[in-house]
């Protein structure tokens, strides 16, 4: 793994060319961004110029690609430009796109990470957010689908895909991203389709800009392109691919994915896994007792167990352990115990509450009021024995009142978000 610091890019760099998918032409310029702010999109062409966070609360889509949706703006195909910025660990950029999709170019990463490459990275002064994984991770699908993620010193992904065709057939791949195997090994890698499917995408308006330009196209006897650029390119993209889709993740990664015949759902039920299972590094810590120093609850309303991720002044995640033991199961539908809705969402703000705490003096001092509640839903019921994993994001900060926007998740399901309003106060 490189330095611990995060990184963006020194300079704009622009490309430009087709969507494989909607067949528009479209601008990409990246752009350096601050520390903290992640990776977004910016679609220049839409009125207000709306951002899209390249990140996991935000993916609309993962048919044939994925796609990210912020409001109502979009951005098609996202996972080559995520994997060539991942590549060179680029945490902070924000991306202009003149249309609904980035540009195909040859259907690799490799004018990406050389348009990266070209203009350099910089490191910045906060340190980086890296995923720890400290045991075991598992994801299954359908269809022979499944994932491992395992501990391991750097970031290594282990592929097998396995296609009837007989160009294809089963493949496996292995390599170790923290020696730089990106470039040589994944970036040239063309993405890859089928003849005998395309006129059916075409009309539900996919691939309405794959050519043998830009897309390994195989008829029933083989490649129709003039050849490919490894005997087992079809793996090594679906690696890239897998680079590129767990980036949403919004951090580093030091574990061993090991994946058998990857997908883009698959992928991105894998990164919600991780969210969940694993651990960060590059932000503070709070357990139980670091937590009542900041807030001023107690047994039975103090409903934080856990801080688990903390990016300065943005992004907080909490961790709340529900027991059958709570006060609460005792009269609230007894015979069918459920958490109480009203005490979710308090918890998802006491939660928001430590992320305030740190835009402030002297917090111990402070206290947090809330003003307003928008936007509430519960989507599923809390049973005794889950594990409620909040995630609240910081929108505005200004002269001691806050908006913040939060989601609460078991097993990455959502069973509650909301918009909330806050005052910092003196106690």
Not at 40 to 46: C, M, N, V
Not at 153 to 166: C, K, L, M, Q, V
Not at 171 to 196: H, N, V
Not at 204 to 212: E, F, I
Request: glycine fraction near 10%; aromatic fraction near 6%; include cysteine.
């Amino acid at each position: 793994m490189p330095a611990s610091r995060q990184r963006t890019l020194g300079s704009d760099v622009t490309l430009d060319g087709i969507g494989v998918h909607s067949g528009e032409s479209s601008r990409l310029t990246f752009r350096p961004a601050p520390p903290g702010s992640g990776v977004r999109f910016r679609r220049t062409d839409l009125p207000g110029e709306p951002e899209i966070p390249a990140d996991l609360d935000h993916v609309a889509g993962t048919e044939l690609g994925t796609s990210l949706q912020a409001g109502e703006a979009t951005v098609l195909t996202v996972e080559h430009v995520l994997a060539a910025l991942a590549a060179r660990y680029v945490d902070n950029a924000i991306l202009d796109l003149s249309g609904p999709e980035p540009p195909i170019r040859d259907g690799s990463f490799k004018d990406f990470l050389e348009a990266v490459e070209s203009v350099g990275v910089v490191e910045q002064e906060e340190e980086a957010r890296v995923l720890v994984v400290r045991s075991p991770v598992y994801v299954e699908g359908g269809k022979g689908v499944s994932y491992v993620c395992a501990p391991h010193e750097g970031y290594r992904i282990s592929a097998t895909i396995d296609f009837e065709h007989p160009t294809i057939g089963r493949q496996f791949g292995s390599w170790d991203f923290g020696r730089g195997a990106f470039g040589l090994e994944i970036a040239p890698a063309r993405t890859f389709g089928f003849k005998a499917q395309a006129e059916a995408l075409q009309a539900r308006g996919l691939a309405r800009g794959a050519s043998l330009e830009n897309t390994i196209v195989l008829d029933d006897d083989g490649v129709m392109n003039d050849g490919l650029r490894f005997p087992d390119e079809f793996v090594r993209h679906k690696v890239g691919d897998m680079i590129g889709d767990l980036s949403l993740l919004g951090s580093r990664i030091r574990g061993h994915v090991v994946a058998q015949r990857p997908s883009h759902d698959g992928n991105v039920r894998l990164a919600r896994a991780l969210r969940e299972h694993a651990q960060f590094e590059g932000a503070p810590r709070l357990e139980a007792a670091d937590i009542m120093q900041y807030l001023p609850h107690r047994y039975p309303m103090l409903l934080v167990d856990r801080i688990v991720a903390f990016e300065r002044g943005n992004r907080i995640v909490g961790l709340k352990n529900v027991t059958i033991n709570e006060p609460f199961f005792q009269g609230h539908y007894p015979g069918h115990p459920i958490m109480p809705g009203v005490l979710i969402i308090e918890a998802m703000a006491q939660v928001g509450g430590l992320l305030l705490m740190d835009h402030v003096e002297d917090p111990e001092d402070k206290v947090v009021y809330f003003l307003s509640l928008d936007d509430v839903k519960w989507r599923r019921p809390v049973l005794p024995g889950d594990q409620v994993l909040f995630e609240l994001e910081l929108l505005q900060f200004r002269r001691g009142i806050c908006k913040m926007q939060g989601v609460g998740r078991v097993d990455g399901n959502v069973v509650a978000e909301a918009k909330l309003m806050a005052r910092v106060m003196d106690r």
